[in-house]
C-alpha cells in the first residue's frame, strides 16, 4: 500500500528545491507540511517568506526527524556526504528521493549507507532556468517536464509509487529509466552539448583580433554561447559524478569533429553533405519522437 | 571621386538580395532603380510584386549592363563560376560586390577574370533568418548589423566609398576586414560552431533508445539544435570555399574536447573547473568587446 505523504522535507532551497516547496503548497496547501532545510540562513528566510516551506530550519537532525518523504536537492557532489549524515536520523519507512543530474554514483553512494526500512527512489527533474536560487523559484518549474525515476529493481514498489504521487502534485511528466542507461543518455543529450558548447567558447582564444572580430559573431554570440557561462562548480562536480559516460561520449564527439576535418581538408564534398544532412535527417526523427512523448497525458491525469 | 549609384542590380533574389532590394528602395524611393536578376521566375515575380526590385530579368547580360553597382547574392560556391560569365558584359566604371561568407577563395576566383576598369569590393553582411528564400526578405534584415569588406590593400578607394555609401542605405554598421583574417575569425566565430552543433546531433546515433532517451533532452532540444537543420548544400560548400581555417578549427577544437575527455577520465577536477571557468570569463570579455563595438555611432549617422 501506498504510504501517506503528509510532511516533506526538502533539504537545499535553491531554484529546484524551492520551486518543489512552492508546487507542493500550490496543490496540496494544507494537507502537506513542507520543512525547508538550508545552511543559507537568506536562502530560508526567502523559502518561508515565498512561500515554498511551511517552516524552515538549518538543522538536518531536527528537519526531517518526522518526514514521510525527503527531496535532496543540493549540488550533486554533496548529495551523498549528505545523505551519509542524515541517514541514522530518518524514521523508519521514510522515503528518500533528490534531484541530482547523475544516478549511478549516487545509488552507489547511497546504497551503502541506508538504513533498514529507508527507502531510497533515485529522482532527475528535467527542469531549470537560467537563474539559479531561491529568488528564481516558482511553482510552474516542473510543470508538463519529463521528471524521471531511476529505481532499483527489487525496491520497494510502494515508495516508487509515493514519489510518482508527490511528482503528479508539482505537474510533471513521470517515466523511469535504467540508472545507467540514464547516465550514458545524459552524458550525451545534455553534459556533451554543454561540454561542446564552452570548447566553442575556448576555442575563441584563437581569434587575434578580439575587437575587431566579434563583429563576426552576427550579434547572436550572446545567445548561442549562453550556456557556456553556467555554475564551473556544478558542472565540474557533474563531469566528476558521471565521468565515465561523459569522457567516453567527449571522445566520439571529438572523432566525429576530426572526421570532418579531414573531409574538408580533403575536399570530400560527398562526405561533408551527408554530415550535414544526416544531422537535419536525425534532428527531424527526434522531434517527432519527443512530440509523440510530449502528447502523452500529463501523470497527473492518470491518477 | 566616389561615382553617382543611380542603377543597382542584384543576382539572386533570395532572402539575402530580396532584402537589400527591399532595403535600397525603402531608403531612396526614386533615385535609384534597382534590376533584380533570378533564374527561378516565381522568386522573380514576388519579388517584383514586394516592391524588392523595379524591374526583374532572368537574362544577366541585359540585367547588368547599365547597372552602377551589382550585388552578387546567390550561394557562395555559384559566386565565381556567375561572376567569370557576367565579367565580359559589365560596363566600365561598375563596382562589383558580392555577400559570399567567404572571402579569400572568391577574391581569388573573381580578380583572375575582372575586366579593367571594373571594380570588385567583396563584402559579407552580418544578417540572416532561420527561413530562407525571397518570402522571407525584410527591408530591416541589415539594420544595426554588422557588414563586413575586404577590399584589397590596393583597390580603388573611390568603389570601396560607394559600397559604404549602399550599406549605409540599409541601415547597416560597415567595418573593413583583411580577407584572410575574416575567413579565419569566420571559421572559429561561425563555421565551427555551426559544424559543432550537427556534431552533437549526429552523435546522438550512440543514444540506444531514443524513444526513451529524449525526454531527458529537457524539452530544449529543438531550439538547442536549431541550427544543425540549416541547409546541407550551403554548409557544404562554406566548407569546400574556406577549407584550411574551418579544418585547422576544427583540429583545434577537437583537440580541447579531447583534453577535456582526459582530465573527466583522471578526475582531474581543477583542469575541469578551470576550463569551464575560462569560457565564463571569456565571453563575459567578449561580451563587453562586442557591447562597446554595438554602441559606435551607426554608418549612416557619419555619412
Known amino acids: 500500500m501506498m504510504p501517506a505523504i503528509k510532511q516533506i522535507a526538502i533539504i537545499g532551497m ?6 518543489l516547496g ?32 511551511d517552516r524552515i530550519t538549518a538543522d538536518y537532525k531536527t528537519g526531517i526527524k518526522s518526514a514521510d518523504m525527503i527531496f535532496v536537492c543540493t549540488p550533486v557532489l554533496q548529495i ?4 551519509k549524515e542524515i541517514a541514522p536520523h530518518l524514521k523508519p519507512g521514510a522515503i528518500l528521493t533528490d534531484t541530482g543530474s547523475t544516478k549511478t554514483y549516487l545509488i552507489q553512494e547511497i546504497t551503502a549507507v541506508l538504513p ?16 539559479s536560487g531561491i529568488e528564481a523559484a516558482v511553482d510552474t518549474l ?6 524521471i ?12 509509487e509515493a514519489v510518482r504521487q508527490v511528482i503528479s502534485w508539482i505537474g510533471a511528466r513521470v517515466t523511469e529509466m535504467n540508472a545507467a542507461e540514464h547516465d550514458w543518455c ?31 559573431a552576427g550579434g547572436g554570440f550572446r545567445d548561442t554561447t549562453r550556456i557556456a557561462s553556467s555554475n564551473a562548480d556544478m558542472w565540474a562536480d557533474i563531469c566528476m559524478t558521471n565521468a565515465e559516460p561523459i569522457a567516453d561520449s567527449l571522445d566520439k564527439f571529438s572523432q ?48
Open 14 to 19: 535553491g531554484l529546484i528545491g524551492g520551486s
Open 22 to 53: 512552492l508546487a507542493i503548497k500550490a496543490s496540496q496547501g494544507e494537507k502537506v507540511e513542507v520543512t525547508g532545510i538550508d545552511t543559507n540562513e537568506l536562502s530560508m528566510l526567502k523559502a518561508k517568506q515565498c512561500g515554498a516551506a
Open 80 to 83: 551523498a556526504t549528505l545523505i
Open 116 to 131: 533498514p526500512g529507508v527507502h531510497y527512489v533515485p529522482g532527475h527533474p528535467m527542469a531549470g532556468r537560467e537563474k
Open 142 to 147: 516542473f510543470y508538463d517536464k519529463w521528471y
Open 149 to 160: 525515476l531511476t529505481p532499483a529493481r527489487d525496491g520497494d514498489a510502494a515508495a516508487v
Open 186 to 216: 545524459t552524458a550525451l543529450i545534455s553534459h556533451v552539448p554543454h561540454i561542446g558548447a564552452a570548447a566553442l567558447v575556448n576555442l575563441l582564444m584563437y581569434l587575434q583580433d578580439q575587437e575587431n572580430s566579434i563583429k563576426l
Open 256 to 303: 566525429i569533429v576530426s572526421q570532418v576535418a579531414a573531409a574538408v581538408r580533403q575536399g570530400d564534398r560527398e562526405s561533408i553533405h551527408k554530415f550535414f544532412s544526416s544531422a537535419k535527417q536525425r534532428r527531424d526523427e527526434l522531434l517527432l519522437l519527443e512530440q509523440a512523448a510530449s502528447e502523452q497525458p500529463l501523470t497527473n491525469e492518470h491518477l
